[in-house]
């Protein structure tokens, strides 16, 4: 009896450790959550990158401070390797407050204005003129260049409210800030305003990236506040022969060098085969870019740190890349994908955070066949308990979009969207406005989902 009591207790001691060294998926999920949600190091990480920092637009004092932060953080983790991409990125700068009225008889209404970003200055005095409103590249068209000429064209369609994914609305009205200004001036207009691309009703105006194309004559372009746009639109039906006075002095300067902030650990089993985790450290200059992109940012980091603090080794080489540049010109995503094909590296998978903070709601699928598709919708059981029920089609992100033509499958990081585009390139843009527990969640479910990529692929 003795001798079977003693069998029965080195049975179960083994299955025990047993257990202890190979966790199933569920405890593993668990653990990663736990740690995250315990002792998280990504709001603290989030607070240093935009209260101390803040701005941190590509060629800015604020994006190369930014660059030394991410640096000796990562290489403070004890990770098996750290290292800087070398990046030339545009240089754009503000300038002086903006400034913008409508005129309307002797009447003067003070209304919130910001350049978008590339945009060129006004004059100096800045530009009084008429104004036409449209919402459609087509309605400017129709109306031709001898009603438009010496105008300023006013772009007002707003964000389509009635969709329920955010991201679909803002893609459908993001023409007329990319490329308003080459439409208006195709038609004769000296000048191009357009309504924020704002989910909200509210007085913060929302800047954003816009291009000239070749051979068009270069106008200012400027975006109003969603408030200040509903009130042109009615000043307008009042009078529409009323004036618009805007001012602002921005400049493109030479192209500036920065870099990619990169950290890894080397797989153990396929240590050529990597996995990236990433988001952008560039943010615009109106605020401290905490939706947009510190979170990212920050979760990105603490995948990395999740990983090695619970002493899980990844098969493949996990690899976070804090990316430069994404808001005007995505030199960065670009550089990496580069060095990876000059460098023959191979990148099976790519994972992006780069839509706010808030609750994770699960992933975009970029790429990839049906079968992997099938295969990564397969996890839902074990995330759903995390409230990642959305695992489908979508988007992968714009840093690592360079990667799909080398055959990478693009994960994105789904936050519930709803919030995202009332702080998207706004002043209100702050660390305050991110919860904790939201952005906790959120690496966990990241680092989740990349130790189940990494365990069955």
């Not at 993001?174 to 001036?185: V, Y």
């Not at 002095?249 to 990236?276: F, M, Q, R, Y």
Request: charged share 25%; net charge neutral.
């Amino acid at each position: 009896m003795k001798k079977q009591t003693t069998f029965i207790t080195t049975l179960l001691l083994s299955v025990s450790l047993s257990g202890f060294s190979q966790d199933n998926d569920s405890t593993v999920i668990r653990k990663f959550f736990n740690e995250a949600l315990g002792k998280g190091k990504s709001y603290e990480w989030l607070r240093e990158l935009t209260t101390k920092i803040g701005p941190r637009l590509s060629g800015s004092e604020g994006a190369k401070k930014a660059v030394s932060w991410g640096e000796n953080l990562l290489k403070s983790g004890g990770y098996d390797k750290v290292f800087l991409q070398d990046v030339m990125v545009p240089h754009w700068v503000r300038g002086k407050k903006e400034e913008g009225y409508i005129l309307n008889g002797k009447q003067k209404v003070t209304v919130p204005l910001v350049a978008l970003g590339g945009s060129i200055a006004t004059p100096e005095k800045g530009i009084t003129a008429e104004v036409i409103e449209v919402k459609t590249f087509q309605e400017l068209r129709d109306l031709g260049k001898e009603k438009c000429q010496g105008k300023i064209i006013f772009f007002n369609r707003p964000m389509d409210a009635t969709k329920i994914n955010t991201f679909e609305a803002y893609g459908q009205a993001g023409d007329q800030r990319r490329s308003g200004a080459n439409e208006a001036s195709k038609m004769g207009a000296i000048g191009v305003i357009i309504r924020s691309l704002s989910s909200t009703e509210n007085d913060f105006p929302h800047t954003g990236s816009m291009q000239y194309a070749t051979g068009v004559p270069l106008i200012p372009a400027a975006a109003l506040s969603t408030n200040a746009a509903t009130l042109l639109n009615k000043t307008l039906k009042e009078n529409p022969n009323l004036k618009f006075y805007f001012r602002q002095s921005c400049e493109s300067l030479p192209d500036a060098p920065s870099h990619n902030v990169v950290a890894e650990i080397k797989g153990s089993e396929k240590p050529e085969e990597i996995i990236v985790v990433g988001g952008h450290l560039d943010s615009w200059d109106l605020a401290q870019g905490a939706h947009d992109d510190g979170t990212g940012i920050a979760q990105s980091m603490e995948v990395l740190r999740l990983f090695k603090t619970l002493g899980i080794r990844p098969k493949h080489t996990l690899r976070v890349v804090l990316f430069m540049n994404e808001e005007n010109g995505n030199r960065g995503g670009m550089k990496y994908a580069d060095l990876a094909k000059a460098n023959n590296e191979k990148h099976i998978f790519a994972m992006e955070s780069d839509n706010g903070g808030f609750t994770p709601r699960g992933f975009g699928i970029q790429g990839g066949s049906a079968d992997i598709v099938v295969k990564l919708q397969g996890f839902k059981t074990l995330l759903s308990p995390y409230g990642l029920n959305e695992i489908e089609r979508g988007s992968g992100g714009v840093d690592i979009g360079p990667l799909a033509p080398q055959g990478t499958v693009l994960v994105g990081f789904k936050p519930d969207p709803q919030r995202y585009f009332e702080y998207h390139h706004a002043s209100n843009d702050r660390f305050e406005t991110v919860n904790q527990r939201e952005l906790e969640m959120g690496a966990a479910s990241m680092a989740a989902m990349i130790y189940l990529i990494d365990k069955n692929f």
